[in-house]
């Protein structure tokens, strides 16, 4: 009895009560500091409606004279920084990583020099990302590339930016409105965006000359560089209206199941996997589109490429299927799996139970036929007998109860051995 009371209630592995890594990973530190973004945005609103600047926090003696404007506007500013921080993260950038380990300690200092009620919560946010940041660091490895029309526009657009801001101090005499650095900056930045507020006009023939070139160059300079940014997003746009997972989408993989190919098998496949943590990679757009409909994740590639296997994160993948109705792609998806990631476990659909030995031989770790294993059910079912797998359920209940554990038994020992090879274990 007591045998029997260890092998039901003893596990051989641990299971954790509450899995932290769920809340304590790369998508809970995206989640986080989008959160503390929107705290302090709604926290420098609050400074704004407040009027006077007067401040009573522990840091507040060592904040320069005349800054408290911009003090009060650090909150709304720090709310936009962590909100394009947060959108940057998500798809694994290191810089956005960089900008979140220099905002939030900014947003920790902002409540220690104003001292408002309302700063606890952006305090307390801010005090909690900060670690998760710093421990998901290696989580947020992705190089900023950008193409050479992106580049080009970026330099362009900085270069037109630092010839209007030395043309316009050199010759600030020559204008009304412009004195200090700030007002050729700004002049700059409403002249190249033909806001052109008036404020700051030219007032001879050479002053004039250079707005004109000013207004020229930055205007072209401003639309390159935001053209150069709009259609790749609106392209990702398209893209995942057309049954494909976006880049932002693919960082964010980890501890899921790849499908490879899509079949028959795909739709009970996915009932029973939880289809939040499921990638299927297939080259059918029509089935890709068909499941984006129903909010499963697809990759529309190659599941016999490596690199479209690489793009599904199969590297932190927890395991991998090969689903196809052709036994030899799945033996190339096997390959390029097993090659991509060597440690993950693989299982592999037979089409024909001849070529069971031959899926395991190029990697797969179980191989099943679902040929004789629905052979092998219609059979029971046929005879009456229980089997759970069985959706009849009146073939459940024509079994005798008192013969319901043999039956059972005789019939676990007749399964055939090459309809489910379970492979070693991994």
Sequence with gaps: MDAALRELFSHGERVPLVYWRRFSGAKATVLATGAVGILAFITGLSHLSQGGASFDGPLAPV???????????????????LGGVAAGMQRRYRLAWWGAAVALPLALVLPLVTAEATDVLLFGSAAITLPLVVYNRGGFDRRVELS????????????????????????????TGIETWTDAVYYVVVTGTTV????????TADAKLFTLSVLLVGTAAFGAAF????????ETRLTAAFGTMTASELTLLEDHVV???????????????DAEDVVVVT???????ALRDRDVSVLTDDPTDTEALLDARVDVARGVVAATDDDARNTLAIIAARQANPDVRIVAAATDQRHVDKLEG????????????????????VLGEADPLLSDPDAADTTDPDTADTTDDDAADTTDDDAVDPGPST
């Design 196 to 203: 052109g507020y008036g404020d700051a006009t030219p007032t």
């Design 148 to 175: 050479p029309f992106q580049a080009a526009a970026l330099t362009t657009l900085v270069a037109v930016q630092l010839y209007g801001t030395v043309g316009a101090y050199v010759l600030r005499e020559q204008y």
């Design 227 to 234: 053209g150069s940014f709009i259609v790749p997003a609106l």
């Design 259 to 273: 499908v490879l190919g899509s079949g028959d098998l795909t739709e009970p496949l996915l009932d029973e996997l």
């Design 362 to 381: 190029v990697g797969a770790d179980a191989v099943i036929s679902p040929a004789v294993i629905g052979g092998q059910l219609l059979g029971r079912s």
């Design 63 to 81: 904040v320069p004279a005349g800054t408290a404007g911009l003090v009060q506007l650090a909150g709304v500013l720090l709310g936009f920084v």
């Design 283 to 289: 080259l059918d757009t029509e089935a890709a589109s």
